[in-house]
């Protein structure tokens, strides 16, 4: 048999072509990661196996760079960031550059209801430096935050402050008004206590406050307790929450949101934005409540650009929308037309993005500047038909009630009649056109006889199965002619039989019977009670 660990040459070439293969599977494997965590990067587990990965062939620098990526795609990871300080610790021998990790780790991580793994490495690290002070400054800092294991940290603290210095416990200022409350309890008594009792006294006192900061701190835990227990899945994952766990999230939000803490209310969004990715009510909501809070104008544009450049999907076009009219709010005028761009050259059938691109164009320079995105939309050779049609009935919108001119918008939906006579919203739209021009005992008849034209033409021009015809009837003549007129459809013989016009085929007769709707219509209220898995759309 042949060797094929040999490729017919030297063993000085079969070893180069070895190494050069060994190198272009690093460099895919390497290319897979980067691809794979680009479009999920809130994955931190792969983080830390790519991260391992690069220690294992590049050394600890390489593995440094990852773990820098990776706790900049998911700030708010106490697992990664846990990872990364304890990879610090064991690769790191300078301390001043490990605490400073610690230390920004702390800034993104700290206030987590589940970060004690965290902070117990960080104390693990003091107590492996042998550095009492800092362990004990950590310890303050902790007891003043709610989260899951509190009280153990508050019984270490209370343990080692009776064997620190006064002078570390509390600020001088109030280190001497302790001291002058314990010597004018002792003067009422006609008494001068020595040192030591004083010292004893002043620590009975001051044990007492950081009790109190222990119950105040308890309580802030137990406030949270009921929303974190129904947390099931506090990590990123690409199916769907259930409902339960939705609405859990929501009034969570609810109660920090009461509490008027910034810095907890926005810690809270940035968790539930790791859980709740692909969920864009959230990031609405996030960008609606940061929008409320003085001077965040920048911060508000980075949601945007989080929500719409990496986690919802250009299919959801609604936050993209949203952040345009946030820059054209910002008179970034520039930036909102870009944003429409974008939508249409991915999403060109979108007709919410056009027409909010026309009104874009509308507000800022005028009528006929809106008429030119909706010609360029209709000329295009990549929209839909029936997208078109519809496009035209939005802008026989513009002439009708911005423009004001009823007989041009009258024209607009005769001349094209012929082009997008299959469009079941096109024939609705100038139905109600009609319908909605205001009339008089004296026009009655006039209105009448323009809606049974409309209605004439749809009967003999569209394709539209004769159910939706008659739909459209039954609605529009009834409410024009009161009940007697469906008996008008009846005798109209709406059949194919009778039109004596070709059926469109299914995929074709789905497309020009759909309804258009914008993002608010279809998202409506949640529902309290819903059940099983929350859809993402």
Same mark, same amino acid.
């Given at each position: ?40 990067p ?54 001043h ?41 950590i ?28 002078e ?10 302790y ?6 309890e002792?003067a009422?008594?006609?008494? &001068?206590?020595?040192?030591? *009792?004083?010292? +004893?006294? $002043?620590r ?5 406050? #950081?009790?109190? =900061? ?14 974190e ?23 969570y ?39 409320? &809070?003085?001077?965040?104008? *920048?911060?508000? +544009?980075? $949601?945007?650009?989080?929500?719409a450049?990496i #986690?919802?999907? =250009? ?16 008179g ?28 874009l ?20 050779p ?9 496009l035209?009935t ?16 009258r ?36 209105v ?48 194919k ?41």
């Amino acid at each position: 048999m042949g060797d094929f660990a040999n490729f017919g040459g030297t063993d000085e070439e079969n070893a180069e072509i070895k190494r050069l293969n060994a190198e272009v599977s690093l460099a895919l494997l390497r290319d897979s990661y980067d691809r794979f965590l680009l479009k999920f990067p809130l994955l931190f587990g792969y983080w830390k196996k790519y991260a391992d990965l690069e220690f294992n062939i590049s050394g600890p620098e390489s593995a440094e760079m990852i773990y820098e990526r990776g706790c900049a795609s998911i700030t708010n990871s106490v697992d990664l960031w846990t990872e990364y300080c304890s990879f610090k610790m064991e690769t790191t021998h300078t301390p001043h550059l490990v605490r400073e990790l610690f230390d920004r780790a702390a800034s993104h991580i700290g206030l987590d209801f589940l970060s004690h793994p965290f902070w117990d490495k960080y104390l693990e690290y003091e107590t492996r430096q042998e550095a009492q002070d800092k362990i004990f400054a950590i310890l303050n800092r902790v007891i003043h935050i709610p989260m899951h294991q509190y009280a153990r940290y508050f019984e270490r603290f209370r343990q080692m402050a009776h064997t620190r210095p006064l002078e570390e416990l509390v600020s001088a200022t109030e280190l001497a008004q302790y001291r002058a409350e314990v010597e004018a309890e002792a003067a009422q008594f006609g008494m &001068q206590k020595p040192e030591l *009792e004083i010292e +004893r006294d $002043i620590r009975a006192k001051i044990d007492a406050f #950081f009790y109190q =900061i222990f119950q105040g701190t308890q309580t802030e835990t137990n406030k949270r307790w009921t929303y974190e227990a129904e947390i099931k899945r506090p990590y990123f994952h690409v199916t769907e929450l259930e409902h339960h766990q939705v609405i859990n999230w929501r009034k969570y939000l609810d109660f920090e949101e009461s509490e008027g803490n910034y810095q907890r209310i926005v810690f809270l969004y940035e968790r539930c934005l790791v859980t709740c990715a692909l969920y864009d009510e959230f990031w609405f909501r996030y960008a609606r409540w940061m929008a409320a &809070q003085e001077h965040k104008e *920048e911060e508000v +544009r980075i $949601i945007y650009m989080r929500a719409a450049t990496i #986690f919802v999907p =250009i299919s959801r076009p609604g936050i993209r929308l949203q952040w345009a009219y946030f820059e054209e709010m910002t008179g970034r005028l520039d930036v909102a037309r870009d944003i429409h761009a974008a939508i249409l050259m991915k999403l060109p059938d979108c007709v919410e993005a056009v027409v909010s691109w026309a009104n874009l164009q509308r507000r800022q320079s005028g009528l006929d500047a809106a008429i030119e995105v909706y010609k360029a939309q209709i000329d295009s050779p990549v929209v839909d038909i029936f997208t078109k049609a519809a496009l035209v009935t939005e802008w026989a919108s513009l002439l009708w009630k911005i423009k004001g001119s009823v007989e041009e918008a009258r024209t607009a939906f005769a001349k094209n009649a012929e082009w997008y006579a299959d469009s079941r919203h096109f024939w609705q739209k100038w139905l109600e056109f009609e319908l909605e021009q205001p009339t008089s005992a004296e026009k009655e008849t006039q209105v009448a006889e323009r809606v049974k034209k409309v209605f004439a033409e749809m009967q003999s021009k569209s394709r539209l199965s004769p159910g939706v015809k008659q739909e459209l009837g039954q609605v529009y003549l009834r409410e024009l002619f009161g009940p007697p007129s469906v008996s008008l459809i009846t005798k109209a013989k709406l059949s194919k039989e009778g039109s004596g016009i070709p059926e469109l085929d299914e995929a074709t007769r789905a497309k020009a019977e759909r309804r258009f709707y914008n993002y608010y219509e279809l998202h409506t209220d949640p529902d309290p009670d819903a059940q099983g898995p929350a859809s993402f759309d």
